[in-house]
């Protein structure tokens, strides 16, 4: 399906585990994001990336990881997950931004027991 | 620091009335500027836009004004209706970066 998914859409897990959060956009757009929401903070900017192997960090990059060796995957890696990672993730995906802005997933919700 | 604020957390307005949310941002080099508006359980969706050389940009119900010299932009919303019902985000960005969020806003709309 053309677009953007991601999976899981719920995921529990326990502390100190490793869990990756998928993300997949089939319209080879450059720039891809991943963003954290959380009640009183909106939405804060954790990883980005402006083409394969290009990424940096946002806002909120401590504890995560992330790749890009192909340009329609973003995987977000919580190395070590800490109940304050508890959160619900969005990838974003498009050609710049502007006046089109970004198109968002559906988002997973994560909970580190 | 806050960027992008929305010093709303929440507002309720009866349909057919005009909803107001409103949006300050910090940052100079902002040059386009963005609604969201996010349902329960969904991703934000992409609502309205405006480029810094504008003051105002129109679709259909939604108005988004700004006033560059206060830093400060508005999303009027024309009549309200109940499906208006969500968070709206304001965000702001340069082209080729990424959107800097404000907190949202939640809006109710009434019967």
């Known amino acids: 399906d053309a677009g953007i998914t991601q999976s899981p859409r719920y995921k529990i897990t326990e502390t100190g585990r490793q869990v990756t959060l998928m993300c997949h956009q089939t319209?080879?757009?450059?720039?891809m994001f991943w963003y954290r929401q959380d009640l009183g903070h909106g939405l804060r900017l954790i990883y980005y990336?402006?083409?394969?192997?290009?990424?940096d960090k946002g806002e909120v990059p401590d504890g995560y990881v992330v790749s890009r060796s192909k340009t329609e995957n973003f995987p977000l890696t919580l190395e070590s997950a800490t109940r304050s990672q508890t959160s619900v993730y969005f990838c974003?995906?498009?050609?710049?931004?502007?006046?089109?802005?970004?198109?968002f997933g559906s988002g997973t919700r994560l909970t580190v027991v | 620091d806050q960027q992008v604020k929305q010093n709303s957390p929440s507002l309720s307005v009866q349909e057919g009335r005009i909803s107001i949310l409103n949006c300050d941002y910090t940052?100079?080099?902002?040059?386009?500027f963005l609604w969201y508006k996010k349902y329960p359980a969904e991703g934000p969706t992409f609502l309205i836009s405006i480029s810094s050389i504008k003051d105002k940009n129109e679709d259909g119900r939604f108005t988004v004004f700004l006033n560059k010299s206060a830093k400060h932009l508005s999303l009027h919303i024309v009549p309200s209706q109940p499906g208006d019902s969500a968070v709206y985000f304001c965000a702001a960005t340069r082209s080729g970066y990424a959107l800097n969020f404000g907190k949202g806003t939640s809006l109710l709309v009434t019967p």
């Open positions: 940052n100079s080099m902002f040059d386009y």
């Open positions: 974003a995906t498009g050609q710049g931004g502007g006046l089109y802005g970004y198109t």
């Open positions: 990336s402006a083409a394969a192997d290009i990424t």
């Open positions: 319209w080879s757009h450059s720039y």
